[in-house]
């Protein structure tokens, strides 16, 4: 027998070992293995069991790690989809689908030494009275870790051991899983009553789930040619799409299959995981709830996936790489908030998880649920043309009210000798109230840090980032000046650093987060107010215990960037409010108005979810823009109508895929001449494509970023599966000199 293998490392080859005898029987598809690789020993993952092999000599496996395979043959054959769609080797796919921290040599478990009570027959033995007090502890507890034993009876190891001697304990290592929601109190829920919209959508998704089974069962590979049944469930804001989720995962269970649900922002998972956890942590579906995401230790990551892996966690949450969860077998994939950007992996393999999903489930017989009050143009494109089948929830539970949308035009704002105010007198007035009424309130802005730039006004000098075409953020409580593209820092100069001027009124333009809580704190003293962006929260668990003390109305005013925008679930919010609604509206990207319509569209959900209606207030320079005035109205069919039409005059997506090539290095001149002679090639390689349009080469957006001038040429085609197999050809007799590098970006989200 042969094993065909992909190395840990990016060759673009799979190698072939030779398996010794002994080992037939003991190694699969997907086992991880240690083998020979020139004078060095790597691990890789086997891909493929042969007869034969057209290389000679062959070496030998050296090692099979593990007892099981670790990669499932479902997953690999998404590996290989991603690898060849996403123009990237297979290694590169893989190391996606299996995390680093379960791929290792060495068992990842931690173990420690746990007292277990023995059965005894008899009387106890003669015990001092505080070897009796910590008996009586083990008894109670039947198993429990030394060390906790020991913190609870405080007392002594020597103490514990001596009952060892006694025969009526043992102490032993075991294996102690990490649980990043360890200690936490979850009580059990029932499902809701659905309402009649709620019951309908619930009712097609469980019939497609049925169905689904129902082919598997007939015939295994039916799923090869089985209809889309890949949902759009479209709900505005606080329409019951989680509960819809919820009862849909125990139609899941019940079959006897496990789900995947995905969120966007790892701020959205401690409720999400709470409210899944409270559902199916007891009663009659009781399983496991796994979380994966990158904010967890690597102990952590490690113990979640096995829990996957072993099948005793059936339901697996987190952010895009969950979408790669080894449930098995799968029936459920949730993709909420499926038109979220942060659903694109920004490095290679630069898949996006919304559109795994539905690859997936496809190749594994699931039904997948995307789930978005503002749907992505592609999705609703798909739906629109049949490929994805529409739900749609058009009003809120309990019939609440949707919040009531007031636009303020900044620039009848402007205060005399004062410039434009951070806070408009509506915004203002109406945070003083919610503060009377005890009600709480959600100021958003998608921009951290002090001020946006530094300026001096005698000279005109801006203090810009020397790797990067952008300015400086200044960081008040740094006392620094960053870069949010490369992380370069440096001192806030207190003068201007021009040598011809050094003038002290050099100044701070522009606004963040962190100046928009100082000055409400200026504003309202009285108030308790918070702040939620990537600053902020620096650890683990700043997420949890922010958003608990907001639930608890511990916090009264809420200030924040996306993370907060979205997802989140607040009755008593009965304000939000939007600093600087036209920030994402004018960048040199195509989905701008989209972005900004579901941006304002999702903050402003989060208002007027409880008892009380909501209000939303959206300040804006322009504020009869057509994806601001939409919003405004929560008209999503008629934004949709609007922005598909300008996209079917210039043939961007949805009506066309797009592929985004990058060339970058440190020599300007060389990166646009190689790009220049790269679209020659191009348009010869791709003659055979009626209709591909080529545009550029031209500078990205962002000519340059952490010291790399960039250059791009953008690909357009309805034919995107067959464009990324020519492309890769391409690419790999493309030899560019080695300070210049090309990256292929399949569907790009963002032009920058």
Not at 7 to 22: G, H, N, Q, S, T
Not at 533 to 552: E, I, N, Q, W, Y
Not at 732 to 748: G, L, Q, S, T, Y
Request: with cysteine; net charge positive.
């Amino acid at each position: 027998m042969i094993a065909r293998v992909a190395l840990d490392f990016a060759v673009r080859k799979e190698f072939d070992y030779r398996v010794p005898p002994e080992w037939d029987g003991q190694i699969e598809v997907g086992s991880r293995v240690k083998v020979p690789f020139g004078a060095r020993q790597v691990m890789g993952s086997v891909t493929a069991l042969i007869d034969q092999s057209p290389h000679g000599n062959l070496r030998s496996l050296l090692k099979i790690i593990g007892q099981h395979s670790l990669v499932t043959a479902k997953v690999l054959k998404l590996a290989r989809w991603i690898a060849d769609y996403y123009c990237c080797p297979l290694e590169i796919a893989l190391r996606s689908v299996l995390p680093d921290t379960v791929r290792k040599e060495q068992k990842g478990w931690r173990e420690r030494l746990c007292v277990r009570l023995l059965p005894r027959a008899g009387d106890l033995p003669k015990l001092t009275g505080r070897q009796r007090e910590v008996w009586q502890i083990i008894e109670e507890w039947k198993t429990v870790p030394l060390q906790r034993l020991l913190e609870l009876a405080e007392t002594t190891a020597a103490t514990v051991r001596r009952l060892e001697d006694l025969g009526l304990i043992t102490i032993d290592s075991q294996i102690s899983e990490r649980d990043p929601f360890e200690g936490e109190v979850i009580l059990p829920t029932q499902p809701l009553a659905l309402n009649a919209e709620q019951t309908g959508a619930l009712s097609r998704i469980t019939k497609a789930m049925d169905e689904s089974a129902d082919r598997l069962s007939a015939s295994p590979s039916s799923t090869l040619h089985a209809p889309r049944s890949t949902f759009l469930l479209h709900g505005v804001t606080g329409s019951g799409k989680t509960e819809i989720y919820l009862q849909a995962i125990a139609h899941a269970l019940n079959q006897g299959k496990g789900a995947i649900v995905l969120v966007p922002e790892i701020s959205l998972t401690p409720q999400t995981v709470e409210r899944f956890k409270a559902r199916f942590s007891a009663g009659a579906h009781h399983t496991l709830v796994a979380v994966l995401h990158s904010h967890l230790s690597a102990g952590e990551r490690h113990d979640e996936w096995h829990k996957i892996r072993q099948g005793r966690a059936r339901i697996a949450i987190g952010a895009r790489s969950a979408i790669f969860a080894p449930v098995d077998p799968l029936g459920l994939i949730v993709v909420d908030e499926e038109h979220e950007h942060s659903y694109k992996q920004e490095e290679a393999p630069r898949y996006h998880a919304r559109d795994v999903a539905v690859k997936r489930g496809l190749d594994e017989g699931a039904v997948v649920v995307l789930g978005s009050a503002t749907p992505s143009l592609e999705s609703f494109y798909n739906a629109q043309c049949g490929k994805y089948q529409l739900v749609e929830l058009r009003a809120r539970v309990d019939d609440k009210k949707l919040p009531l949308v007031r636009v303020v035009d900044m620039r009848s704002e402007t205060r005399e000798g004062k410039g434009v105010p951070i806070f408009s007198r509506l915004l203002q007035e109406a945070i003083t109230k919610r503060l009377e009424k005890k009600e709480q309130a959600m100021l958003f802005l998608n921009r951290r840090g002090y001020a946006s730039s530094m300026l001096c006004p005698q000279c005109g000098y801006v203090a810009e980032c020397p790797n990067c075409s952008i300015a400086l953020t200044y960081h008040r409580r740094l006392e620094k000046i960053c870069c949010h593209i490369c992380g370069h820092s440096a001192a806030a100069p207190l003068v201007c650093p021009d040598a011809k001027c050094r003038s002290p009124a050099i100044r701070y333009v522009g606004l963040g987060t962190e100046k928009v809580e100082e000055t409400l704190a200026k504003l309202f003293p009285q108030a308790r107010i918070a702040r939620m962006d990537s600053d902020a929260m620096r650890r683990k668990d700043d997420f949890r215990r922010v958003l608990g003390d907001f639930r608890l109305g511990k916090i009264d005013i809420l200030v924040g960037t996306q993370m907060i925008a979205k997802g989140l679930h607040f009755p008593n919010v009965t304000l939000v409010g939007i600093i600087y609604a036209d920030l994402s509206l004018h960048m040199p990207d195509f989905r701008a108005g989209e972005r900004t319509f579901q941006l304002l569209t999702q903050v402003s959900g989060r208002a007027g979810r409880g008892d009380v209606e909501g209000e939303v207030v959206v300040q804006s320079f322009t504020p009869f823009h057509p994806a601001i005035q939409h919003a405004r109205r929560h008209d999503f069919a008629g934004f949709y109508a609007q922005e598909i039409e300008y996209r079917a005059q210039l043939k961007y997506p949805p009506l066309s895929r797009a592929a985004l090539l990058t060339l970058k290095g440190r020599n300007e001149d060389k990166v646009k001449f190689l790009a220049e002679h790269l679209a020659r090639e191009l348009e010869k390689q791709l003659k055979d494509f009626k209709d591909l349009i080529l545009a550029g080469p031209a500078p990205a957006p962002l000519l340059r970023a952490e010291t790399f001038y960039r250059y791009q040429i953008m690909l357009r085609t309805r034919r995107m599966s067959h464009l990324s197999l020519k492309l890769e050809s391409t690419l790999d007799h493309f030899r560019p000199p080695e300070d210049i590098r090309v990256i292929a970006d399949i569907d790009p989200v963002s032009l920058a």
